[in-house]
T-cell receptor, first 116, second 112 residues
Framework: NAGVMQNPRHLVRRRGQEARLRCSPMKGHSHVYWYRQLPEEGLKFMVYLQKENIIDESGMPKERFSAEFPKEGPSILRIQQVVRGDSAAYFC??????????????FGQGTRLTVV | QKEVEQNSGPLSVPEGAIASLNCTYSDRGSQSFFWYRQYSGKSPELIMFIYSNGDKEDGRFTAQLNKASQYVSLLIRDSQPSDSATYLCAVNKGPNDYKLSFGAGTTVTVRA
């Protein structure tokens, strides 16, 4: 049973380019969460999605950031016109339905985005 | 005031000793509390969760929760070099709130 799969593991983008981060949840998991970890800081919640629905995006920056979890395929976190401050590790977590937040949330290995 | 605060460390303990990590949270309505371990460059791994006041033991780990003091701690007994990692405290506000609020983490180094 594969865990939460994120790709790419490392991504380098020039300022102004777009970054697309992918997350495939664990089999049977229908809840996906994205977190960002800046150097020397804890993880910050960004968005919580279920299939075809954004449930809570209170942690998403208002501009340039978007997320989706289509009926088929992985969840995508998109960052448009990246800036140096977007450099961070982006973690995806998934959990089965009807789960208290965090109880059975499993994290992927993360995508480390570097903006040059 | 940060939602979740931890001593940043680093915390250095000799092998075989007890490592004690502390965490305080600001929202009195918080209901679920988690400890994650994160090795350098790796993903967070859930090691303990606790919902009720008191102690919860799992192997060498004990989580302690005091909601009146808004305080949660993690004890690691018989510390091993493999326990060297950053430990993240996370809080969830209730059954209808799925997101976790994380502290900045405490880095633990176990000296052989």
């Amino acid at each position: 049973n594969a865990g939460v799969m994120q790709n790419p593991r490392h991504l380098v983008r020039r300022r102004g380019q777009e970054a697309r981060l992918r997350c495939s949840p664990m089999k049977g998991h229908s809840h996906v969460y994205w977190y960002r970890q800046l150097p020397e800081e804890g993880l910050k919640f960004m968005v919580y999605l279920q299939k075809e629905n954004i449930i809570d995006e209170s942690g998403m920056p208002k501009e340039r950031f978007s997320a989706e979890f289509p009926k088929e395929g992985p969840s995508i976190l998109r960052i448009q016109q990246v800036v140096r401050g977007d450099s961070a590790a982006y973690f995806c977590a998934s959990s089965p339905p009807a789960t208290r937040g965090g109880t059975e949330a499993f994290f992927g290995q993360g995508t480390r985005l570097t903006v040059v | 005031q940060k939602e979740v605060e931890q001593n940043s460390g680093p915390l250095s303990v000799p092998e075989g000793a007890i490592a004690s990590l502390n965490c305080t949270y600001s929202d009195r309505g918080s209901q679920s509390f988690f400890w994650y371990r994160q090795y350098s460059g790796k993903s967070p791994e859930l090691i303990m969760f606790i919902y009720s006041n008191g102690d919860k033991e799992d192997g060498r780990f004990t989580a302690q929760l005091n909601k009146a003091s808004q305080y949660v701690s993690l004890l690691i007994r018989d510390s091993q070099p493999s326990d060297s990692a950053t430990y993240l405290c996370a809080v969830n506000k209730g059954p209808n709130d799925y997101k976790l609020s994380f502290g900045a983490g405490t880095t633990v180094t176990v000296r052989a």
